[in-house]
């Protein structure tokens, strides 16, 4: 921008660049992960059990299985829910991709709603304007780790039957009037993703009150064999199986559950550091032309996944510009995300346009992620503070 001094002419600048994203990972998730690889075991065994039991405890639900990805955990869900070819489930238009495309995946089609302002989680009101006789689930996103209004969500679906499948991949500390992620829906989906509140790497997890639905997720997670790996090869000597399904290749591993063992451990720590960077920027960011975060809702916890600011109209630069300002000042951002109707896949497959849902798209097209990570120091906060009010006053 003209008048705007070049970032290296300043003297102000960060030597190393600010990686959006990246997780904290402790001395003991090394060691089991070690620990793991001379056991002799590396595959779906002993430690992807223990983990499905202490994400079963920490969330109170009664069954979890472990898969290899939340885009797993939410096909399989689909499918253990009976959602088939010619079903059709309602989706906030303003998700991850893969809460949409898991739809398609399990044949069936995904109806778009748009999302209620400030709190960007899915509008009741849109969910049941969208609602045909197709429909068979819901599936509300707890977005950036707020809870959806699941009171109307759930009255809306019990009136209408209707399933409702959780997203809750920003979401595993979060709770709702008393309940926790994982019990706000008939099934819940969560990730373990690299950047996510907590990390095997790569991983997910199912949780769910009906036993029948977890353990047919096991199963398709591991090609629909009647008996797991570890069933078959543990010191309880060689087990035959059947294939009762064509299932799918999507099962976690104990070497990855090695991660999730130690990071399950430090969630609530890492949320309460979370929780102080989220109020530093809040803080350190106010009076610019943003649009900061909306507070929790009464009676729920946010389990600060992502602080995501929008670029307020009247702004000296848009969202992208400030992106190129702030990587110019080696801090690293993100964009979550880009209105899922305004895709080609989308707008090519299911007709989807312009215009469909003006607050996903305003939300699109102005939404700027900052770092926010319990690694970060004080010093990197105040990096990224200064980096964004120097870019937008300058
Ligand atoms: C809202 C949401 N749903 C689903 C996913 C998919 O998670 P995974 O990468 O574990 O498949 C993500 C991942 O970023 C997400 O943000």
């Given at each position: 921008?003209?008048g705007?001094?070049a970032?290296?002419?300043r ?55 472990a ?10 869900a ?16 303003m ?32 969910v ?23 009171a109307a ?35 819940t ?119 995501a600011?929008?670029?307020?109209r009247?702004?000296?630069?848009d969202r ?17 995300y ?56 300058s």
């Amino acid at each position: 921008m003209e008048g705007r001094p070049a970032a290296e002419d300043r003297e102000y600048m960060r030597k190393e660049f600010l990686v959006y994203g990246s997780p904290a990972i402790g001395e003991e998730e090394i060691a089991e992960v070690l620990d793991t690889i001379r056991s002799g075991w590396l595959g779906t065994g002993p430690k992807t059990e223990r983990l499905e039991r202490e994400f079963a405890a920490y969330l109170n639900v009664k069954h979890c299985a472990a898969v290899s990805s939340c885009t797993a955990a939410l096909h399989l869900a689909m499918l253990a829910a009976g959602i088939k070819q010619g079903d059709e489930v309602i989706v906030p238009a303003m998700t991850f991709c893969s809460t949409a495309n898991a739809v398609v995946h399990a044949g069936a089609t995904p109806v778009f709603a748009d999302i209620e302002l400030p709190g960007m989680t899915i509008d009741p009101a849109d969910v049941k304007r969208k609602i045909t006789k197709k429909t068979k689930a819901i599936l509300p996103v707890h977005f950036y780790g707020r809870p959806a209004d699941m009171a109307a969500l759930r009255a809306c679906a019990r009136r209408h039957r209707l399933v409702l499948i959780g997203d809750a991949a920003h979401a595993i500390e979060t709770h709702y009037h008393g309940k926790t992620a994982g019990q706000l829906c008939d099934i819940t989906c969560f990730s373990f993703y690299i950047t996510k509140n907590m990390t095997t790497v790569e991983g997910g997890m199912v949780a769910t009150g009906r036993k029948e639905w977890a353990d047919r997720i096991k199963i398709l997670a591991l090609h629909g064999m009647s008996k797991d790996a570890w069933a078959r090869y543990s010191d309880k000597g060689y087990r035959h199986y059947e294939v009762v399904s064509a299932g799918f290749k999507n099962n976690m591993t104990d070497l990855l559950a090695s991660f999730g063992l130690h990071q399950l451990r430090r969630l609530e720590q890492n949320l309460a550091r979370r929780e102080a960077i989220w109020q530093a920027y809040s803080r350190g960011l106010a009076g610019l032309p943003l649009i900061l975060p909306a507070d929790p809702a009464p009676d729920t916890r946010h389990a600060r996944h992502i602080y995501a600011v929008r670029v307020a109209r009247g702004a000296p630069l848009d969202r992208d510009e400030l992106m190129d300002e702030l990587y110019k000042r080696n801090i690293g951002t993100g964009v979550h995300y880009t209105a899922l109707h305004l895709h080609k896949f989308y707008r090519e497959n299911f007709g989807y346009k312009k215009g469909d849902f003006p607050n996903a798209e305003s939300v699109g097209k102005t939404t700027l992620s900052l770092p926010l990570s319990p690694k970060l120091t004080n010093k990197d906060v105040q990096d990224v503070i200064d980096a964004v009010k120097e870019s937008l006053l300058s």
